[in-house]
């Protein structure tokens, strides 16, 4: 079974501060995903990588960075972070290929709240 | 670029009633499709996946889905509810021929099921 782990269940952070959202797989998946989730919006597409040290822009990279070091792991930064990142933050990974045939396996979520 | 249209934002449903939730996608080329659900309090996961062959799609807990490609259409359809469906779903697509399986989702829509 793939298993996509997120380091928090729950943050809450100050605005301003930075903050680190960490994302782990054990699937040997080439491609990760950083989502966030909003009521009415569904999944938008912050920053993705296909593999490690490359990064592309989603369809909402603004105040946002990653950081892929590792195959397995793909973090989030919120460089300084406001109250309109507050949401849930959702981790994915895919094995890589052209055909499309490439589902994603989700991380239980990360509910970020910045005061 | 391609973009998923979902037509239901909620719907609510009594038990053993027939359900259908329409997706509609936007995209030129070759697609596959997706419907995930999120259950309350778990992660994202998929429900079924069209890649070829039969457009008529069966997945768990008795969904299935048809791809009818002249609509650009892909509706998920179930067809007697029960309390345990209550959840929220998502249809994406993953266009061929590009990188790293990059889906788009749709807004999502939520279902509740009522006893």
């Known amino acids: 079974d793939v298993k996509v782990t997120q380091s928090s269940r729950y943050l809450v952070k100050r605005t301003g501060e930075k903050v680190f959202l960490e994302c782990v797989q054990d699937m040997d998946h080439e491609n990760m995903f950083w989502y966030r989730q909003d009521p009415g919006l569904g999944l938008r597409l912050i920053y993705f990588?296909?593999?490690?040290?490359?990064?592309e822009k989603g369809d909402i990279p603004e105040g946002y960075s990653v950081s892929r070091e590792k195959k397995e792991r793909f973090s989030l930064i919120l460089e300084s972070a406001s109250t309109n990142q507050t949401s849930m933050y959702l981790c994915?990974?895919?094995?890589?290929?052209?055909?499309?045939?490439?589902?994603?396996?989700f991380g239980p979520g990360t509910r970020l709240t910045v005061l | 670029a391609q973009s998923v249209s979902q037509h239901n934002h909620h719907v609510i449903l009594s038990e053993a009633a027939s359900l259908e939730l329409g997706c509609n996608y936007s995209?030129?080329?070759?697609?596959?499709l997706f419907w995930y659900v999120q259950y309350p309090g778990q992660h994202l996961q998929l429900l079924l996946k069209y890649f070829s062959g039969d457009p008529l799609v069966k997945g768990i807990k008795g969904f299935e889905a048809e791809f009818i490609k002249s609509k650009f259409s892909f509706n998920l359809r179930k067809p007697s509810v029960q309390w345990s469906d209550t959840a929220e779903y998502f249809c994406a697509v993953n266009a061929r021929g590009t990188n790293a399986g990059k889906s788009t989702f749709g807004d999502g829509t939520t279902l509740t099921v009522k006893p």
């Open positions: 990588s296909y593999d490690v040290k490359m990064k």
């Open positions: 995209y030129g080329g070759t697609v596959n």
């Open positions: 994915a990974s895919s094995p890589s290929g052209t055909s499309g045939n490439n589902e994603q396996f």
